[in-house]
């Protein structure tokens, strides 16, 4: 079974209105609300693609209540640790520019870290654990590393979709899949990577630091994936962007499903780049029909 976890789970509240007046009344045209989270979005998208996980992290108040509904009606297993605080409202107003205003979120005891550990502790080798997105202010800055220690112990593969510091810190224990995009890869060694060919030597430093997978998307440029054994550089398919939000998600939700099916590390890459790209060229996640839409154009050229 695929478990994902968000710490710091939201309800994205999107606003639109035709233009914003600060100090006066204000009125929407459109507005909308959904699960916000790396690790939700992540159960979301291997849902659309037909492999079941549980979406574990904290949650509360009505605001929880609502993710957790909205999870279930969509088919989507939960084990989500209550706390005593609401889970956070975050505001996304769109007019002719976009503001956004993300809440704190509610506190998150030893307790409530605890509760989380056992669950993990339950892992098994025949599981997958998707870390993904920040640490709460109110969490140890370790929380990832005691995490996946956990996962060692089980031996259950593990996946890290996090930048800088909470990504360097896992490395030695031997993540499955890492997926900084060429920007936090640039952040990592202090560069600037503007194409697929100077991922390469950096990619293959985290793979020698301990990751076992790392893909570096660039966008319409493509991406890259490292291991041990290749170097696999994709064509990104052609499509209108209409949001990037997610679309890194995707790419790991559509490594994990392929890869659950396959075995095949190339086919999984394959369906990581279109799944991403559908994302992408989408108001929201991906459906499975338009990753499929979007396979054909993904070429793939290996390296040994």
């Known amino acids: 079974m695929i478990y994902t976890v968000t710490l710091n789970p939201s309800l994205d509240y999107i606003v639109e ?8 009344l204000n009125r929407t045209k459109h507005e909308s609300k959904f699960p916000g989270g790396k690790g939700i979005n992540v159960s979301q998208v291997l849902k659309r693609l037909d492999i079941d996980s549980y979406a574990l ?7 929880g209540n609502y993710i957790e509904d909205f999870l279930t009606s969509h088919g989507i297993q939960t084990d989500f640790v209550r706390v005593d605080e609401d889970t956070r409202i975050n505001v996304k107003l769109k007019s002719d520019t976009e503001t956004e205003i993300n809440a704190k979120g509610p506190n998150i005891t030893e307790n409530n870290l605890n509760a989380l550990k056992a669950k993990i502790r339950e892992l098994t080798s025949e599981d997958v654990l998707v870390l993904a997105g920040s640490i709460p202010s109110t969490m140890p800055k370790n929380t990832y590393e005691e995490l996946v220690k956990l996962c060692n ?5 593990f996946v ?3 930048e800088g510091e909470l990504l360097k810190k896992v490395l030695p224990l031997r993540p499955f899949l890492i997926k900084p995009n060429h920007h936090e890869l640039g952040d990592l060694f202090n ?14 430093e985290l793979v020698r630091l301990g990751a076992q997978n790392v893909i570096v ?20 398919p052609k499509g209108k962007v209409k949001s990037s939000v997610g679309a ?5 939700a559509g490594f994990i499903a392929a890869y ?11 369906f990581s780049v279109a799944a991403g790209s559908a994302t992408a060229f989408s108001i929201g996640l991906c459906t499975r029909e338009k990753m499929e839409s979007l396979l054909p154009q993904v070429t793939i050229e290996k390296r040994n």
Do not use: H, W
């Open 248 to 252: 890194g998600d995707s790419m790991v």
């Open 17 to 24: 209105v035709d233009q914003v007046t600060l100090g006066e």
């Open 260 to 270: 659950e099916k396959t075995r095949s590390t190339e086919e999984a890459f394959r």
């Open 217 to 236: 998307s660039l966008a319409d440029k493509g991406a890259v994936l490292i291991n041990k054994e290749a170097v696999y550089i994709a064509t990104a």
């Open 160 to 162: 890290v979709d996090a």
């Open 153 to 157: 112990e089980n031996g259950t593969k």
């Open 191 to 204: 560069t600037v990577i503007n194409s697929c060919e100077e991922v390469i030597p950096y990619g293959k």
């Open 57 to 63: 992290g904290f949650l509360g108040g009505f605001t």
